[in-house]
């Protein structure tokens, strides 16, 4: 069964179409990658799936809900509580460690603080940052801040994680360190992964690669 299912989804910003009845889906446990050229509508497709944007028309599902009945505050609860977002830069409040950045999306929700700290210290030691868990971003490597932001895509355990272009602002030793992040995360949580990358490597391993092209999405 599907997580996200899209369908026919076209996007218009003044006198370019971006997107032209886009269909795509997702299921649980698999990880999808998004290729194509610099302005081919990649991103814009992303902040759609993850409703940071909408459509001008078509349909999209997720978790079997229609988006199109949220609105507001409504929405905003359901991205937070189902949706986790990885960007290329990293994103994390400097003045917060890395456990309270991990934190937040738990304490939007208004979750039990016992339920927030035994989830964070247990995404800690997932993602190998038990010992990092009280320095600030200035204090972490390159590396270290993107796996802090994963763990906080991560904290609301959400349906799908969306990332764009999550490895761009890494060197090859750290990206490669991700890719098999995401791998590990998707066999061992069973975690859904849409991405958004220009890096071959990691369109290869994914289990699904599709190319945006001219407004259309294709799988290659």
Same mark, same amino acid.
């Given at each position: 069964?599907?997580?996200?299912?899209?369908?026919?989804?076209?996007?218009?910003?003044?006198?370019?179409?971006?997107?032209?009845?886009?269909?795509?889906?997702?299921?649980?446990?698999?990880?999808?990658?998004?290729?194509?050229?610099?302005?081919?509508?990649?991103?814009?497709?992303?902040?759609?799936?993850?409703?940071?944007?909408?459509?001008?028309?078509?349909?999209?599902?997720? #978790?079997?809900?229609?988006?199109?009945?949220?609105?507001?505050?409504?929405?905003?609860?359901?991205?937070?509580?189902?949706?986790?977002?990885?960007?290329?830069?990293?994103?994390?409040?400097?003045?917060?460690?890395?456990?309270?950045?991990?934190?937040?999306?738990?304490?939007?929700?208004?979750?039990?603080?016992?339920?927030?700290?035994?989830?964070?210290?247990?995404?800690?030691?997932?993602?190998?940052?038990?010992?990092?868990?009280?320095?600030?971003?200035?204090?972490?490597?390159?590396?270290?801040?993107?796996?802090?932001?994963?763990?906080?895509?991560?904290?609301?355990?959400?349906?799908?994680?969306?990332?764009?272009?999550?490895?761009? #602002?890494?060197?090859?030793?750290?990206?490669?360190?991700?890719?098999?992040?995401?791998?590990?995360?998707?066999?061992?949580?069973?975690?859904?992964?849409?991405?958004?990358?220009?890096?071959?490597?990691?369109?290869?391993?994914?289990?699904?690669?599709?190319?945006?092209?001219?407004?259309?999405?294709?799988?290659?």
């Amino acid at each position: 069964m599907s997580i996200l299912s899209a369908n026919n989804i076209f996007k218009r910003y003044e006198d370019l179409q971006v997107l032209s009845g886009v269909n795509f889906s997702v299921e649980a446990a698999k990880l999808s990658a998004i290729v194509g050229p610099s302005g081919a509508g990649k991103s814009t497709l992303l902040h759609i799936l993850g409703t940071l944007d909408q459509s001008d028309s078509g349909s999209l599902s997720i #978790n079997g809900l229609d988006i199109s009945n949220l609105k507001g505050n409504e929405l905003a609860r359901f991205r937070n509580d189902s949706i986790g977002f990885i960007f290329q830069f990293h994103n994390l409040l400097p003045e917060f460690t890395a456990a309270e950045n991990i934190s937040i999306p738990a304490y939007i929700k208004k979750s039990n603080t016992k339920e927030v700290e035994k989830r964070t210290t247990e995404l800690l030691s997932i993602l190998g940052l038990s010992s990092r868990a009280h320095h600030k971003p200035g204090q972490l490597s390159g590396g270290e801040q993107q796996r802090v932001a994963v763990a906080r895509a991560l904290m609301n355990k959400p349906a799908i994680v969306f990332a764009d272009e999550p490895s761009g #602002n890494l060197d090859s030793k750290n990206a490669e360190e991700l890719h098999h992040l995401f791998l590990k995360l998707r066999d061992e949580l069973g975690q859904a992964f849409v991405i958004v990358t220009h890096n071959e490597d990691l369109a290869e391993m994914a289990d699904e690669r599709h190319e945006m092209k001219d407004g259309s999405l294709t799988r290659i």
